[in-house]
Each structure stands twice: as C-alpha cells, then as structure tokens.
C-alpha cells in the first residue's frame, strides 16, 4: 500500500468530522471513540480549532502511520505502539498517559451479574477483540491463558474491540471479553470486572505526531490531561 493510498483510506474509513473546517486530525483507538468524540467537540467549543477524530484498532492505526497518514496526534490503546513510532523516528515528542482502560466479562442473557465461578465455567463461543491487532484482545488472551481457558473455548474475534462488542450485542455470541467503558456507555448489565492480576495493565499513552501543527496538538493534549476531562474520563470506565 503506497502513502497515497493510505491517506484515501484515511480520508474515508472511519472518519468522523466534528466540524466542516477540520484542522486537527486526531487517531484514537476504539475502545476510546466516543470519548473522543465528545472531548473533541468540548476542545472544538472551547478554542475554535476542529478536530477529526479517525478511529481504528491501535495495530491498524500504527500501520496507518507508518504509510504516512497524516495524523495529528495518535491515542493508542497501548504504550507499545508508541514506543515503536518512536523507535521509527516518526515523531520527537514526549509521550503521555491519557487513560487506563478495564476489561470486562459480558453476558446479557444472564439472570445477574456473573461471577468469576460463572466466567470460569463459560463453555460457549467468546467474543474477543483481535490480539494481532488489539491491546484489548491481548488482554483477553492474557486473561483467558491465566485461567488456562484460553485452549478450551472458541472465538469470534473483531477488528477492533468495539466490534467484539458488537457481535455479543447483535446475539452472535452469548458473551464477550469487553471494554468497560464499552458497557457503561450504553447502560447494559450483567457483566464482571476481569481482575486487573490477569492480564497487563491496559495503559492508553498518546504522542504528538506533527510538527506542523504542534501549538494545536499540544493544547488538544493539554485539554485532555486537564483534571476536568480526566475526572469525564473516570466516570467512563476508565481509571
């Protein structure tokens, strides 16, 4: 895929324009698209800058700009990710922690919340992000392989963990590894908090990608580290 094609798909996957002027084009992992969307629009209010907001699992978006997106700013789901844009000299900036994120086992169609009994005695299909491509699908994986679960069930694995979402809420599937905030956001229940011991913890750093519109993307990371948002964020899932 040369650079060209990259930016056409960039232009038209998963492109969301909070205004018709964009000026700051921002990459944020799934699990964190809504709050971004919003957060974006309250920057967008406050300063007058509009922000795009692209989103993607952290593999694809990575990939994306290393072909020369022309990404602003990258919100990964991981530090991983941007530790190897940095290694990759794609941008000199200083990293930063904008989120952690919680994993949940969901499972609608039981009579109450689950319990780590429940989860472990789960034999149907499993909904989980995908590991090659999903800090939250290696959570999972990590989470299924300490309880030496990870052999014994089937999965349906998503793009990205929204789609995973996706597959338990459509009733592809009967449960699902989850984002936290993905439950939250839409008022569901029955589901566990999977315990922070099973797996690595879910740090969501994001760096500045462009020199060219540093001044912007430092005041949009400035906002997002601001205790106002960052108390939003907590109230979404996230710690």
């Known amino acids: 895929m040369n650079k ?6 960039f232009m ?6 909070l205004q018709s002027h964009a000026a700051l084009n921002v990459a944020v992992a799934s699990n964190f698209k809504l709050q971004a969307l919003d957060i974006g629009q309250q920057f ?16 694809t978006l ?10 602003d700013l990258f919100l990964s789901a991981d530090q991983k990710h941007v530790d190897l844009l940095k290694a990759e000299s794609k941008t000199t900036q200083q990293d930063f ?11 609608p169609n039981a009579s109450s919340n689950p319990t780590i009994e429940d989860f472990m005695a789960y034999k149907g299909r499993l909904a989980i992000a995908n590991p090659k491509f ?10 299924l392989e300490f309880t030496h679960k990870w052999q014994s ?14 597959f338990v809420e459509s009733k592809n599937v009967t449960a699902g590894l989850v984002s936290y905030a993905a439950v939250l956001q839409k008022n569901q229940t029955h589901y566990l908090l999977i315990p922070t011991a099973w797996h690595q913890p879910l740090i969501q750093s994001g760096i500045v990608l462009n ?20 108390q939003q964020i907590k109230s979404q899932g996230y710690n």
């Not at 967008?44 to 593999?59: H, Q």
């Not at 990575?62 to 990404?71: E, N, T």
């Not at 999903?134 to 989470?143: L, V």
């Not at 069930?153 to 996706?166: D, S």
């Open 211 to 230: 020199d060219k519109k540093l001044k912007e993307a430092n005041l949009f990371r400035d906002f997002l580290l601001s205790t106002e948002v960052q």
């Open 134 to 143: 999903a800090p939250y699908g290696i959570a999972a994986q990590q989470s």
């Open 12 to 17: 038209f996957t998963g492109l969301v324009s």
């Open 44 to 59: 967008s209010d406050k300063y007058a800058i509009d922000v795009n907001i692209s989103s993607a699992s952290t593999g």
């Open 153 to 166: 069930l089937q999965y349906i694995q998503g793009n990205n963990i929204n789609q995973a979402y996706q």
């Open 62 to 71: 990575y990939q994306q700009i290393l072909r020369g997106a022309p990404f």
């Open 4 to 9: 060209y094609l990259c930016i056409i798909i």
């Open 97 to 107: 922690v904008y989120a952690q994120g919680r994993l949940v086992y969901w499972q």
